[in-house]
């Protein structure tokens, strides 16, 4: 190895993670709340994959809204919650997506 410590090294990791943390927090724009919608799935069945896809096609749904032809959505998941047991047998999934369109959406 080289002259350098592990004391150096980890210090210069330090100092690595903690610039790489600060860069996508400064670089990153949040969408403008009335340019960004929301969009809920839920599968009683337990499966976060229906309920994402219900999700997703809401989503969908609304990509033409306007009358664009070529929207594009970008989406993130944005809360997953769920219950499971109790006397009834919960086994339910619940998720959010937030998304946004280019174009932008038409203002409602």
């Given at each position: 190895?080289?002259?350098?410590?592990?004391?150096?090294?980890?210090?210069?990791?330090?100092?690595?993670?903690?610039?790489?943390?600060?860069?996508?927090?400064?670089?990153?724009?949040?969408?403008?709340?009335g340019?960004?919608?929301?969009?809920?799935?839920?599968?009683?069945?337990?499966?976060?994959?229906?309920?994402?896809?219900?999700?997703?096609?809401?989503?969908?749904?609304?990509?033409?809204?306007?009358?664009?032809?070529?929207?594009?959505?970008?989406?993130?998941?944005?809360?997953?919650?769920?219950?499971?047991g109790?006397?009834?047998?919960?086994?339910?999934?619940?998720v959010?997506?937030?998304?946004?369109?280019?174009?932008?959406?038409?203002?409602?």
């Amino acid at each position: 190895m080289s002259n350098i410590s592990r004391r150096n090294l980890l210090a210069l990791a330090g100092v690595a993670t903690a610039a790489a943390a600060a860069v996508p927090a400064q670089a990153a724009e949040e969408p403008a709340k009335g340019k960004e919608r929301t969009y809920e799935g839920e599968s009683r069945a337990g499966k976060l994959d229906e309920a994402l896809s219900q999700a997703l096609g809401k989503l969908s749904g609304d990509l033409g809204a306007g009358g664009v032809a070529d929207g594009l959505a970008t989406w993130k998941l944005a809360e997953v919650t769920g219950q499971l047991g109790g006397f009834a047998g919960f086994h339910s999934v619940k998720v959010k997506v937030t998304a946004t369109r280019s174009p932008d959406w038409p203002k409602k």
